[in-house]
């Protein structure tokens, strides 16, 4: 959850913010530190990239969220997480990440260490996600971002 805030905090936009406004948002920023535009001083053109990387991660990342593209990737989803099992699961940080049989992997954020413990000692870990993870937690799917 830290990362989202973190990154809703670096954009200036909160929970509510649409795809439409949050993409005039990362142009606009975009616009006033685009490396580009500091050609003439190097030390002010490294800071700018460095910037704008963290504004295009935060962008992609809060996009990736976005009820929007939750919306949108719904059937995809269901199918996913209804018929598909679970092929492997990780936790760090408050952050799970489940890869399914049919090679999609979503991360799911905030979950507490207690579900995540849950999980790991249920008898049907499916079942328990099913439950328990996949449709009470914010998530985004990073199966397409390794292929993108």
Do not use: W
């Not at 606009?28 to 910037?51: G, I, S, T, V, W």
């Amino acid at each position: 959850m830290k990362k989202i805030v973190d990154f809703r905090k670096l954009l200036g936009v909160n929970d509510s913010t649409e795809l439409k406004e949050l993409k005039t948002i990362y142009r606009n920023f975009m616009k006033d530190c685009h490396p580009d535009k500091f050609q003439d001083n190097p030390e002010e053109q490294l800071k700018a990239e460095a910037r704008s990387k963290e504004i295009i991660e935060a962008y992609h990342f809060l996009v990736s969220i976005a009820p929007e593209t939750r919306v949108a990737n719904q059937e995809e989803y269901s199918t996913t997480t209804g018929t598909s099992a679970i092929a492997d699961f990780e936790y760090k940080s408050q952050t799970l990440k489940i890869k399914f049989m049919d090679g999609s992997a979503y991360e799911y954020f905030d979950v507490p260490k207690g579900i995540y413990t849950k999980l790991i000692n249920a008898d049907s870990p499916g079942r328990f996600a099913r439950r328990h993870i996949y449709n009470e937690f914010v998530y985004r799917n990073v199966s397409k971002l390794a292929t993108a």
